[in-house]
């Protein structure tokens, strides 16, 4: 026999919902993040170190997902010395900004890949952080460098064919 009934009911059916849709979209940001084909990183500003990085990343550049872990910014950056990369990133910091920067990034063979690099800095938790989305253009400027001197001697053809025609003329 029930003496005394002391009890509560809460209804978390809005509660579990909202859980679900929060691992759905965590879900989906780690597939979209993983999966991009572009090298993306989220990079303390301080330490130069990466907080985060998909596979692309450290795949484009020849390392292992452990091995890139291991590195920080200044150990891929050819172009800028670890000074003047501070200093570019400093003067071009505005919260909330989109800044592009043309560089150079060293594989883990040796060779040198020009890149494009997009990166916004931000504050999280009190830490300064920059996310960065990287594009290997190495192919692009060495098929532009072929275009140009393509054109180059398209042109000295064209003034060689003129010079002739007007030397032939006369004659």
Known sequence: RVVRWLGTCTDIEDMKQAQARAVARETGFHALFDTIPLSVALIDVQTMEFLQFNDAAAENLGYTREEFAKLTVNDIETFYSPDQ????????????????????????????????????????DGRRVSHCVWDDVTEMKAAEAVLLQSEKLAS????????????????
């Open 85 to 124: 990369l501070r200093n570019v990133v400093d003067e071009r910091f505005s919260a909330g900004s989109l800044v592009v920067l043309e560089t150079k990034h060293r594989t883990k063979s040796g060779a040198v890949r020009n890149v494009v690099v997009y990166y916004r800095i931000m504050t999280v």
């Open 156 to 171: 000295v053809g064209r003034m060689a064919a003129t010079v002739a025609h007007e030397i032939n003329n006369p004659l």
